[in-house]
């Protein structure tokens, strides 16, 4: 990642921050040890009712020519983060982790709920740590979109008929880099999951957190939905009018 650092944290276990990202900054998500989630939900800094959609960044992309629509289980380099409104909120530039698009986009954040309803008692989970951070942005929480867990395990399987939480594939020094492409604001949760499911095998661990600004980024208009679409659309040579 070359470009001048803006900021360099460290999220610690169990723990939630919110940042803002410029268009073009570069967010870069390590995970430090290695097996470790971190929920992130996304907001258009100066519309935040415009947030995260996680089904449209797993089934809205152009397929290869000839290629007929397949919904896809996941999101991973190269791919769009979108908004509910379908438009780019993010590009997932780099992934380092083996295989790629290892990523939870099928479900909402651990809560509560999740942790009292097996047994672990009455705790904070993912929803409670970002509600807690972006509260300054005035985001109620109930406004807190779907999450996209980073680095989560989690394959459908067709014989078991649901979902499995497996340990990550990450290893110390893995990460993700997402490009801003519009200003944002992130919220990140390290997840607090230590006791219910296999998510960060058992063993809760930092995660660093680095944007970098790209010095050759040349600022551009946002564009509305309709009006990016027809310009993806001119870009890629495909019609706008479908023949009859
Ligand atoms: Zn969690």
């Given at each position: 990642m070359t470009g001048d650092l803006v900021r360099d944290d460290v999220l610690a276990p169990k723990s939630a921050m919110a940042l803002e990202l410029r268009q073009g900054q570069i967010l870069r998500v390590t995970s430090?040890?290695?097996s470790q989630v971190v929920d992130m939900a996304v907001w258009n800094l100066h519309n935040l009712r415009e947030k995260l959609s996680t089904s449209y960044s797993r089934t809205r992309y152009f397929p290869l020519p000839g290629r007929s629509f397949r919904p896809r289980m996941t999101v991973q380099q190269g791919d769009w983060v979108m908004s509910g409104l379908c438009r780019p909120l993010m590009t997932v530039l780099t992934e380092t982790a083996d295989?790629?698009?290892?990523?939870?986009?099928?479900h909402r954040m651990c809560n509560a709920f999740f942790y009292a309803s097996h047994g672990a008692g009455v705790r904070d989970g993912c929803f409670e740590q970002l509600a807690e951070v972006v509260r300054a942005y005035g985001?109620?929480?109930?406004?807190?979109?779907?999450?996209?867990?980073?680095?989560q395990n989690y394959p459908y399987d067709v014989q078991a008929q649901g979902f499995l939480v497996k340990e990550p594939?990450?290893?110390?020094?893995d990460y993700i880099e997402f490009r801003a492409e519009m200003d944002l604001l992130v919220a990140l949760s390290n997840c607090p999951?230590?006791?219910?499911?296999?998510a960060n095998a058992f063993r809760c661990t930092s995660t660093g957190v680095q944007v970098r600004s790209d010095p050759d980024w040349v600022r551009r208009p946002v564009l509305g939905p309709r009006e990016w679409l027809l310009e993806q659309l001119r870009t890629r040579g495909i019609a706008a009018h479908a023949e009859a």
């Open positions: 430090l040890e290695g295989p790629p698009g290892t990523h939870g986009v099928h985001v109620p929480p109930e406004d807190i979109p779907d999450s996209f867990d980073i680095f594939v990450t290893k110390p020094g999951d230590d006791v219910v499911a296999a």
